[in-house]
């Protein structure tokens, strides 16, 4: 509250210091004319104002209110659009100065603020709105909030995790437990291995100050594509792929260049932990990694420890479901005494690998219990080998390759597992190919069992189950309860590269749908899984500068800057900076109320189908409802993009000098133009020439043509709209209001006659919904532009502080746990909003003995412990205790409310034993 | 020689590591200043303290499951311990990555 106070008090001194400055150059009467944003802009030249539509050559886009256009264009000034009341143009600063002089001339206004092109999968989750202030207006961008991520590092050089001063750094810490050479630095505090960078030590190396002193790389650069999908700021472009949670903290833990270790994730939420209490801010943790050995019933090491983590308010971890849904990794069948059942792999034939160990499979079999089952395995060549229940057997002198059975029941699940590895030993028996068979029997009872093929590569090739499916292939940690699991769809199906090439993927354009690959629930106990669905194909997010990008030029989309990757792992990054936006603005949600506002949120449609269901969960991602049901859980925000017409394109149109292009648009609901889609047709297409703008705007209806303008215009540079896919066009300020059943339309349109700009026209048309201007006549086109207009609506929300009882939050006092206690129990509870707390116990007689919270905190879950002493830390004596707390809310500034009917006082009983 | 009691609590890897002593890559190792190798392993036990007494390092504690950096010495004592129910090498997990097979 200090800092924004202080920030406030600077930017006003900082404007009066300016107008002051302007003042004494302008008439007071031209200058009330002015918008305050072309005051700003006038008194200082070369300020860069992101609240002002300006174009490369320092020409500002502007609305000026006048009957008389005439007298500017006889004064020079050129007129882009002209209307009763106003005109549009683009001015320079002297030319706003000299039509601010004209009589005739009522006001001028900036245009729209020139947006960032933003790509299409965070819009498409509704980041983009919260980032412009469609909630609260207020801008949720994710500050207050750390994001790690854990993965194969992060170019931290890369301009999209810097601040606005380049020198300044976003990453709080890089810790890289990969490197093992001591004089690089020193492991993180209470590690013994790795190396950890300071924020300090990488904007020394920013600003020149230090050189090579950080030796962490990312040279797979997965990592840093994840890192700025949730977090990046879009710096290097225009902001135009910007991250979810662009003003998030940020640390990164490079754990592996392809691979990690389980021990190594689990310290890094030791890690996550630590800095989360070290900087006082929630956290989100990202793991876009997994694999599919392990119970598949969250209770691996990492799946339990994941559970451990979030237990504590302000911290979350979303993990990728995985990307085995194409591989027929999952078999599951009966064995009973009568009928042993036996599991067939295929191992194809294959030129092995040179060394030893490099070519295996494993094959890992999973009971619901610890039933008695053994397990026989027969290679190609009939070579038998039989595993006894609890045992470890190997065989290594087989010719067929070393066979290693480990029939055993699992400490953390108490369920049976039968491993079955088989390798190369000796390099001259990799294992054979052709058909082997594990035949599991038992001698009493009857019982299911699950199997997956855990991992494989015999010669770079892949081993494969007979009769395989694609059921429970969720893998480990995304099984975990705990975590948040994400699926992956398809939001973009075409992406340019740097050199012009466009690329797809092949067959029809999948857009909107599940991604292929993208793995499918339960998990192994019939628990959902995946939670929720997000953007994971065709991501175009940052390239880290260490990846050798020979042979990579299908995916460089801008070079040295930014490149196209699929997976799950880019799906879990959109949620885990969703999960940031929502920690930012409530830094005391748990881990399962930020999964129950995702999932409780998430959108159906014709391709998720009924939800929940084990391809999408709970739906595909909306942030922006989330983050609404945040504060009001009675909010509906609803996206809709309205499409008339066939899914695919025709040929093309194109756009040039003083031509409009309108298409009509018939919202289902009342609510507000938030944004348009324009689909572009391919580079080899020439698309856009010239360097001027789109201008995009909103008109109603008259008897069929575009009537009156509603709201102002938004403007898009055409250097940045991109060929061949849908290009998000938002507008910031949401004011367009649209009314359900009525006819309006979007209209576009160039500012600078000599540029061209071609869109493609709907496969099918209907409804005759697209009309050319052609400077004096508007004419019904055949087809219909593709060009889709969003509307959102909205219902149940307040003002903040409103809606008291609709919260997110509620009074809760939970009983303490354990409970009986000997060392340290743990008291839970719950307060709506901000306000005096008061946690104090009390002995059997009503005497106080310990006062454990007595301070302002902000609404969210907290969790208290007592170790069972008194207040001067007397060991107290076995017995009953009470614990109570009393809560008065307060304004937001701290100042204790007088509504007595908002006071809470809860008791809950207690049993210390010694 | 280990008893089947304690082979139960190990995995294939740490039972070979217990009963030959070698490492044969299968573990993430490091050396300690004394210049001893420790292995990194989770060990599920209800018991921190009792695995910390046996002189192992432990990085991480999540309830149950406890990162430790044991010596093969540190691992034979935790191995007796009655409040550790297993020791594991930790799994290799991967990217979620697709690489896409189907450009046109």
């Not at chain 1, 003042?23 to 918008?35: A, D, G, M």
């Not at chain 1, 075409?494 to 690959?517: A, E, H, K, L, R």
């Not at chain 1, 997110?808 to 303490?816: A, E, R, S, V």
């Not at chain 2, 007796?80 to 991967?94: D, F, M, N």
Request: proline fraction near 4%; charge should be neutral.
């Amino acid at each position: 509250m200090k800092l924004l106070v202080r920030n406030i008090w600077t930017l006003v001194f900082m404007l009066s210091v300016h107008m002051t400055l302007f003042c004494s150059e302008v008439p007071h009467k031209q200058l009330s004319k002015l918008h305050p944003f072309l005051r700003s802009a006038i008194g200082k030249p070369n300020q860069s104002l992101h609240k002002l539509a300006q174009n490369i050559s320092t020409r500002y886009n502007v609305i000026i209110y006048t009957k008389n256009a005439g007298e500017l264009n006889s004064s020079g000034i050129r007129i882009n659009s002209k209307y009763s009341e106003f005109v549009t143009a683009q001015l320079t600063k002297e030319q706003i100065l000299q039509v601010s002089d004209m009589e005739s001339v009522r006001y001028i206004t900036p245009g729209k603020k020139m947006l960032p092109q933003i790509d299409v999968s965070v819009p498409e989750t509704g980041a983009s709105l919260l980032h412009s202030g469609f909630i609260n207006n207020t801008s949720y961008k994710g500050n207050g909030a750390i994001v790690l991520i854990y993965d194969t590092g992060i170019d931290w050089k890369h301009l999209d995790f810097r601040k606005s001063d380049t020198t300044k750094s976003r990453i709080l810490c890089i810790w890289d437990q990969t490197d093992t050479i001591a004089t690089h630095g020193n492991p993180p505090a209470g590690f013994t291995y790795g190396v950890e960078y300071s924020q300090l030590q990488i904007e020394n190396e920013l600003s020149g100050l230090s050189n090579n002193t950080i030796h962490e790389e990312d040279i797979n650069g997965h990592g840093t594509h994840v890192a700025s999908t949730a977090t990046g700021n879009g710096l290097s472009n225009n902001q135009k792929y910007i991250g979810m949670a662009p003003e998030a903290d940020i640390i990164a833990v490079k754990g592996g260049d392809y691979s990690f270790d389980e021990t190594n994730m689990i310290d890094c939420l030791t890690y996550a932990q630590n800095k989360a209490a070290e900087y006082g801010k929630p956290i989100v943790v990202n793991w876009s990694i997994g694999g599919q050995d392990g119970a598949h019933d969250g209770t691996s090491p990492s799946e339990l420890a994941i559970d451990e983590f979030v237990r504590t308010p302000g911290r979350a971890v979303c993990v990728s479901a995985g990307n085995d849904a194409i591989h027929l990794l999952h078999f599951n069948g009966i064995i009973s005494p009568s009928s042993p059942d036996t599991i067939q792999i295929n191992v194809p034939i294959y030129l092995p690998n040179k060394d030893t160990e490099d070519d295996y499979f494993y094959i890992s079999i999973w009971l619901p219990d610890s039933q008695a089952v053994t397990a026989t395995v027969k290679s190609p060549s009939n070579i038998t080998f039989t595993s006894p229940i609890n045992t470890d057997t190997i065989c290594s002198n087989s010719s067929d390759g070393t066979i290693e059975v480990w029939n055993h029941v699992s400490a953390t699940n108490s369920h049976r597992e039968i491993a079955v590895y088989v390798f190369d030993s000796t390099a001259q028996h990799p294992p054979r190919s052709g058909k082997w068979t594990v035949t599991l029997s038992m001698t009493s009872g009857s019982v299911q069992y699950d199997c997956w093929l855990a991992d494989s590569d015999v010669g770079g090739s892949g081993v494969s189950l007979v009769n395989g499916n694609n059921n429970k292939t969720v893998g480990t940690p995304a099984t975990s309860r705990g975590a948040i699991t994400v699926a992956s769809y398809a939001t973009k199906w075409y992406w340019p590269t740097s050199s012009g090439v466009m690329q797809s993927y092949g067959g029809t354009d999948q857009t909107q749908n599940i991604s292929y690959y993208s793995s499918i629930g339960p998990a192994a106990d019939g628990r959902q899984k995946p939670d929720v669905a997000a953007p994971g194909q065709a991501i175009i997010a940052a390239l880290s500068r260490n990846v050798d990008t020979t042979n990579k030029w299908r995916d460089i989309v801008i070079t040295d800057k930014y490149q196209r990757m699929q997976g799950t792992s880019m799906a879990a990054p959109h949620c885990t900076g969703a999960s940031a936006l929502l920690l930012g603005a409530h830094p005391n949600l748990t881990a399962e109320q930020i999964k129950s506002l995702l999932t409780s949120t998430a959108n159906s449609d014709s391709y998720t189908a009924n939800v929940p269901n084990y391809y999408w969960g709970y739906g595909k991602l909306d942030i922006l409802e989330a983050m609404a049901k945040s504060f009001w859980n009675t909010a509906n925000v609803t996206r809709n993009v309205l499409s008339y017409d066939g899914s695919g394109s025709n040929n093309i149109v194109t756009l040039s000098g003083s031509e409009k292009y309108a298409v009509r648009f018939t919202p289902t609901t009342n609510g507000k133009v938030t944004g348009i889609q324009i689909n572009l047709p391919p580079q080899i297409s020439n698309p856009i020439i010239g360097d001027g703008v789109l201008i995009c705007e909103i008109f109603s209806n008259n008897n069929g043509n575009p009537g009156s303008k509603i709201d102002n215009s938004v403007s898009r540079n055409l250097a940045l709209l991109s060929p061949t896919t849908n290009n998000y066009i938002q507008w910031t300020d949401t004011s367009a209001k649209v009314i359900s059943e009525e006819d309006f339309f979007v209209v576009i349109s160039v500012n600078n006659p000599s540029d061209t700009i071609k869109i493609l026209n709907e496969d099918i048309s209907s409804g005759n919904r697209t009309m050319l201007f052609d400077g004096s006549n508007w004419s019904t086109q055949t087809y219909n532009l593709r060009i889709r207009s969003i509307i959102t609506s909205t219902s149940g929300l307040a003002s903040i502080g409103q809606s008291f009882e609709n919260r997110l939050f509620t009074f809760q006092l939970n009983q303490n746990f354990p409970n009986p206690f000997n060392i340290s129990t743990t008291i839970e509870y719950q307060i709506p909003y901000k306000g005096m707390t008061n946690l104090k116990v009390f002995d059997l007689l009503g005497r106080q003995v310990k006062t454990l919270i007595d301070v302002v905190q902000d609404g969210g879950t907290y969790r208290v412990q007592w170790d069972g002493k008194s207040e001067d830390g007397v060991v107290l004596s076995s017995g009953v205790y009470y614990y109570q707390i009393e809560y008065l809310p307060t304004d937001f500034s701290g100042t204790l409310a007088n509504h007595k009917s908002t006071f809470f006082k809860k008791s809950g009983r207690m049993v210390l034993l010694k | 020689m280990l008893s089947e009691t304690e082979k139960a609590k190990l995995d294939p890897p740490l039972i070979r590591l217990l009963t030959n002593g070698d490492n044969v890559g299968e573990f993430d190792s490091s050396k300690r200043s004394d210049g001893s190798t420790t292995y990194t392993v989770v060990i599920i036990a209800s018991q921190e303290d009792e695995v910390r007494a046996t002189g192992a390092t432990i990085s991480s504690i999540f309830g149950s499951v406890i990162v430790a950096h044991a010596t093969i010495d540190e691992l034979r004592k935790i191995l007796l311990l009655k409040s550790v129910r297993a020791i594991q090498t930790g799994s290799q997990k991967i990217i979620q990555r697709k690489k896409p097979k189907e450009l046109q």
